[in-house]
């Protein structure tokens, strides 16, 4: 294996890409066998799918049926794994570590710019049957993938210059080293509503620092992780690799079982902060190592300074993007008591605009696709009548749509106080409410006063708030923007947040680091012993 990759040739695979957009029939069969959703077979996928592969595809748990939220009809469904099969793949999975480990970085760099180069070509119809499978719109599920992409190319500048460092000795002709080394077998959970990007994330990364991957996706988007996983697939069969990712699809007993074995070294866990606690309670407990990438109950700020055009079209995007299910979707907006009203009268007046793009997230003029399943409309629901029973104001919305799928109407809340049990609350639905705040002092308390502290931005043009905001005495969160929205990341930067968020980071900056052990290395080079702090200990 390794006299080839020095090798690496340049191999594509052309396969046709699909580019027609989707029109609906009334047939309740599967949507695959659909002449209308031809893309979904361009990606590999049948009518029934193994959902487990471990260099080969298999799956002898139960069958799961994947839904499009837009309709609630059928796409196709997935034979996931069971107990057992995860942990034959576990067994796999440290194999193949052992090999991928002695691949020189560089060149595990070179098999992750094949991946991104892979994705490349299937963007299209892979970023459609995200939007299929979650609900979220063409252009979201397009800028999914996208970020995978992104991460890819990052991680191949990564595998050149990640590097540790020479510390001065206090012992003469001593030098101390710091070396980053694999962890071993890396478990990526991730969560329903970015089924291909937190993957993607975490597989570039621990990839490229000599990690094999076990990635275990949502019950409700198994195509995705399917479809994923064979793109991955196909370039470790065309250098022969072993296989160094591996997916096991399956429910809450999978879940467990992975979080459990010791032989999964980072478990990198994205979901509800609920799930999460018992997540890394479970690995700690092992002392395993874990990245928690949990929930978020994230503030727009808007001082009275704020440039409120920009601060009105980034409170749209940010409530209402993927119908309310982005971890860092915007949840509460903290205006200043002067523009309150005004603030309020407006975004509303943008929301009704919004009506007539509401519909199937795949059609070319939708903004506002379905939630992803009945339960969302439950806890949106459920959402709309306390915050009414606490005392709030629907301004805009509050109703379910009746049509088939899982539709809600955009939702704007007013008059509930600050630390309202609903306002505290994480709905993964678009529902926002708006909060009057004297100043820019009271609305940075309100911002940290949750549990969560994943993203949170502020409005102004004032240079003192701004900086105050991102100083000590400023928000809490692992995401500080200015005049821009709470969601929307680029991979650049270090992602993830504080407190029941999790503390994880991911993508960008240093975040590398989490899926490497650190070495110490003191180094004699005097031909003497010496302690350090000048402790002397010797026999004649
Ligand atoms: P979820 O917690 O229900 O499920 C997440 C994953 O955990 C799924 O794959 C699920 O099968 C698995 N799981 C469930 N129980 C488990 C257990 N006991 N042990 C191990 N695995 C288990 O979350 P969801 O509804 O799919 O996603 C929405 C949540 O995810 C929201 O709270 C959202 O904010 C959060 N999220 C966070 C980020 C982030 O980066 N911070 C990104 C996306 C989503």
Redesign the pocket.
Known sequence: MLAHLRNISKLALPRRLVTQSASYSSSSSFLIDQPEYSFLKELGLERDNPGVYSGQWQGRGPSVTSYDPGTGRPIATVRQGNVQELEQTIGLAVEAYKQWRQVPAPVRGEIVRQIGDELRKYKEPLGKLVSLEVGKIYSEGQGEVQEFIDICDYAVGLSRIYSGQLINSERADHSILEAWRPLGVVGV??????PNA?FGWNAAIALTTGNSVLW????STPLVSVATTKIVADVLRRNHLPPVVTLCQG??DV??T??ADKRVNLVS????????R??GVEVQRRFGKVIL????NNALIIDESANVKMALDAALFGCIGTSGQ??TTTRRIIVHEKLHDQFVKALVGKYKQLIPKIGHQLEAQTLVGPVHTQQNVENYKAAIAEAKSLGGAVAFGGNVIQRDGFYVEPTVITGLPHDASVVHR?T?APIVYILKAKNVDQAIEWNNEVEQG?SSAIFTENIGQAFKWIGAKGSDCGIVNINTTTNGAEIGGA???EKA??GGR?SGSDAWKQYCKRATITVNHSGELACAQGVVFNVE
């Open positions: 959970i991730s969560a329903y509503n970015f937190v275990k996706g949502a019950p429910g809450t879940g467990q992975l979080v866990f994205t979901g509800s902060c609920q799930t999460g018992d997540v990438e949990l929930g978020g982005r971890c994480e993964f994943l992602f993830g947040g968020t999790g991911e």
